[in-house]
């Protein structure tokens, strides 16, 4: 007759009570199952999101302490920070954490024998459009040979093949298009095409808007060494691909960075001799610096906050590392808002129960406080009287928690459902969407998470995880555990005699 | 030699400045083999006497000590689990378990050698003491007060100690109940070797003992 034994029967043979702690401990095990549910489904979405979208930063501006700096001092406002230049991206790139690491700059450009890419509709309304014949192709510079978005996956070589290393270093006229692109104007690797730098005169800019006439114009002649196609998404509404348009996309022709600096620099210097106050050498030198847009993948998403810590200290003021999942918490807003509630709830729980087992476990135990003065005058030992309260509590606690991990689930479901899921799609706009997704495709182009409100609610899954079920059993039993062990050591940390008495 | 014997012992109840002395300077020795019994007026200490040499409780002054060793360095814990069995008067038995499984208790949470088959001689030592299987099967609330006392007592030996201590174990029992129970005592004391100290307003208790102590301002006396 040990203290398990006895334990086992004052379970079995004082039901009433059993079954009166078993029903408060499902009731308060319910809440608190609820609870870690709808916490451990927001950190899902968070980590599946996270997962699926890769670890993509990049380094820009960040305007928003450049606004908070000009509201704090009206009177000097902060000069507009320079470009970051290659030597300080590329120590960056060095870093353990980046997988790999490219920085590139754009420039739009025209040609006269080239056509460029266009829908129906948008053939129709461009014909009187002036500007569309001197800018109509993107030129996206790269430093990074095989190219970021065929790395990735972001895009497949379909013909050819992607730089070699010589060809970045040396800007020589080598160039990747779209299939789309080769298609429409019937070209292959190998082909030459003949893109146009316009160098334009827009005459009087207060009056009205005339045609600007060429006073310089640039050929850049290029051959085709591979056709790369976009993975597009098969759903992707109004000729769009996330929020870029696809003639945007297809329009876009990569080349070395070194090939769309000379084109920079020769506007640059054309519009330079045309200012009528003659520049500084140093306004000079300011005028001709090259903005790169930089793009870093990180061997992991773990390292993400590494990361951005080991950057931010050797960036210059007003810089800040963003990350293409950065949206993630203005889109997830009630999924974290929610999260936020239940770490709430839970915490009033594990209190309350807390406090609510402890009293009842105080009311049993004031009933059975002469039983524990009779084993203590046998002289058990303290440590065997606190355990045999222990294993009774934990016995019908472990039932209770077992049980209430089931329909606390359940309840977080159901909550779930009208509280996250709902909020989530009704609060999205697919015509309208938040300003974040446009600064995510801005700052990310291929890589932007192109997230949607309905993109977290399918990642949003409350299911019996091995964590959950851990977790809630660790916090029910130890909530348990403190709540009996601390009143049964008020007892029996008296003598028999005073527990008898 | 003595097997158990108080020296010096004094306790008192701290109410507020003043002390409120229950036992002064008390020395008496027990020995085995005889059957002791301690009388006193309501009030004058004979239970708390009883809870200091069963290490329910600690002497403010003083030393209790079992064969020459002071008990306190036993442990009261392991001093009231491997030496003394106690029989109170309100038998204090566990209520949702049969009489078997009290007396199984107690053989359970001591370290004294005991056989094997516990089960069978704690069916044997409740017979002994007069409680049939039938009645040892069923828990100690269905029994009555005879009944539940013989169980105590039973759990008290069941420890295979040296030393009973019984405080007022008549005391809610009838007269035919009582002399069985005297008888008990009687006999553990001169058939088993035992030491039993009952604590007993009951003069035809103590008439029936081998010694009686007499408790009177916080003193033990032989009782004349």
């Known amino acids: 007759?040990?203290?398990?034994?006895?334990?086992?029967?004052?379970?079995?043979?004082?039901?009433?009570?059993?079954?009166?702690?078993?029903?408060?401990?499902?009731i308060l095990g319910n809440v608190m199952a609820g609870a870690i549910a709808i916490r451990q489904g927001a950190n899902n979405v968070e980590t599946n999101i996270k997962r699926q979208l890769g670890a993509v930063l990049t380094i820009e501006v960040d305007n928003e302490a450049i606004e908070r700096a000009s509201q704090e001092n009206p009177g000097s406002p902060p000069e507009w920070p320079g470009p970051l230049q290659p030597d300080l991206l590329k120590t960056i790139g060095q870093s353990s954490y980046v997988k790999s690491f490219d920085y590139t700059t754009q420039f739009g450009l025209g040609s006269e024998n080239l056509q460029r890419w266009m829908t129906p509709e948008?053939?129709?309304?461009?014909?009187?459009?002036?500007?569309?014949?001197?800018?109509?192709?993107?030129?996206?510079?790269?430093?990074?040979?095989?190219?970021?978005?065929?790395?990735?996956?972001?895009?497949?070589?379909?013909?050819?093949?992607?730089?070699?290393?010589?060809?970045?270093?040396?800007?020589?006229?080598v160039a990747l298009i779209t299939q789309q692109l080769a298609d429409y104007n019937n070209l292959g690797v190998g082909d030459n095409i003949v893109l146009s730098n316009y160098i334009l005169d827009y005459g009087e800019t207060d009056g009205p808007m005339v045609e600007p006439t060429i006073t310089e114009r640039r050929d850049i002649p290029l051959q085709i060494i591979g056709i790369y196609e976009n993975i597009e998404s098969p759903e992707e509404p109004?000729?769009?691909?996330?929020?870029?348009?696809?003639?945007?996309?297809?329009?876009?022709?990569?080349?070395?960075?070194?090939?769309?600096?000379?084109?920079?620099?020769?506007?640059?210097?054309?519009y330079i001799s045309q200012m009528e106050e003659e520049l500084t050498e140093e306004q000079k030198a300011q005028a001709m610096l090259t903005y790169y847009t930089s793009l870093f993948i990180l061997n992991s998403p773990d390292d993400?906050?590494?990361?951005?810590?080991?950057?931010?200290?050797?960036?210059?003021?007003?810089?800040?590392?963003?990350?293409?999942?950065?949206?993630?918490?203005?889109?997830?807003?009630?999924?974290?808002?929610?999260?936020?509630?239940?770490?709430?709830?839970?915490?009033?729980a594990i209190g309350a129960s807390i406090l609510i087992?402890?009293?009842v476990v105080m009311l049993f135990l004031r009933d059975r406080k002469h039983e524990l003065g009779i084993y203590m005058s046998l002289g058990e030992k303290r440590s065997k009287v606190i355990s045999q309260i222990v294993i009774e509590v934990v016995l019908v606690a472990i039932l209770a928690i077992a049980l209430s991990l089931v329909t606390g689930n359940f309840i977080a479901q159901g909550l779930s459902e009208s509280m996250v899921r709902d909020q989530l799609i009704a609060e999205q706009d697919p015509f309208n969407p938040d300003p974040s997704v446009w600064e995510d495709q801005w700052r990310f182009g291929q890589f932007a998470s192109n997230m949607t409100g309905e993109d977290i609610a399918e990642n949003y899954r409350i299911n019996f995880s091995p964590a959950y079920i851990g977790l809630f059993f660790i916090i029910g039993l130890a909530t348990v555990l403190i709540s009996t062990v601390v009143p049964t050591l008020y007892i029996v940390r008296l003598n028999p005699k005073q527990v008898l008495m | 030699m003595a097997i158990l014997e108080t020296k010096n012992v004094t306790y008192y109840y701290q109410d507020g400045d003043s002390r409120r002395y229950i036992l002064e300077d008390t020395s008496v020795e027990f020995e085995k083999g005889i059957f002791y019994s301690i009388l006193g007026q309501s009030g004058s200490g004979k239970t708390t006497f009883l809870s200091l040499i069963s290490a329910l409780d600690s002497p403010a002054e003083g030393e209790i000590l079992y064969e020459g060793r002071n008990i306190k360095d036993i442990g009261y814990e392991n001093f009231r689990r491997n030496k003394v069995g106690i029989i109170f008067q309100s038998y204090n038995l566990i209520p949702y378990l049969t009489a078997l499984e009290n007396v199984l208790v107690a053989m359970s949470v001591t370290e004294n050698e005991l056989p094997e088959n516990k089960e069978e001689v704690a069916y044997n030592l409740l017979d002994y003491i007069g409680l049939a299987k039938t009645k040892a099967d069923r828990p100690v609330t269905k029994l009555s007060g005879g009944e539940q006392q013989r169980v105590a007592i039973a759990r008290a030996l069941a420890t295979n100690v040296d030393i009973i201590l019984a405080d007022e174990p008549t005391g809610n029992v009838d007269e035919a109940m009582e002399q069985e129970i005297v008888n008990i005592f009687k006999k553990l004391a001169h058939e088993h070797d035992k030491c039993v100290i009952v604590v007993t307003h009951s003069k035809e208790v103590s008439d029936q003992s081998d010694e009686t102590l007499y408790l009177y301002k916080g003193s033990l006396k032989d009782h004349e």
């Open chain 1, 1 to 26: 007759m040990n203290y398990i034994k006895r334990a086992l029967l004052s379970i079995s043979r004082k039901k009433s009570k059993s079954l009166l702690l078993f029903l408060i401990i499902f």
């Open chain 1, 122 to 173: 948008e053939a129709e309304w461009s014909m009187n459009d002036t500007y569309s014949k001197f800018y109509g192709f993107q030129l996206k510079g790269t430093e990074y040979p095989p190219v970021m978005i065929i790395e990735e996956g972001k895009a497949t070589l379909k013909a050819g093949r992607t730089f070699s290393q010589d060809e970045i270093s040396t800007g020589v006229g």
């Open chain 1, 238 to 270: 109004n000729q769009m691909v996330g929020q870029i348009s696809k003639s945007e996309l297809y329009n876009t022709i990569i080349v070395p960075n070194q090939t769309i600096i000379a084109e920079q620099q020769a506007m640059n210097e054309y």
């Open chain 1, 304 to 348: 993400i906050e590494a990361f951005k810590e080991e950057t931010q200290a050797l960036l210059p003021p007003f810089y800040k590392v963003f990350t293409n999942s950065d949206s993630f918490s203005i889109i997830a807003a009630p999924v974290q808002q929610t999260s936020k509630m239940a770490s709430y709830v839970l915490m009033v």
């Open chain 1, 357 to 359: 087992i402890s009293l």
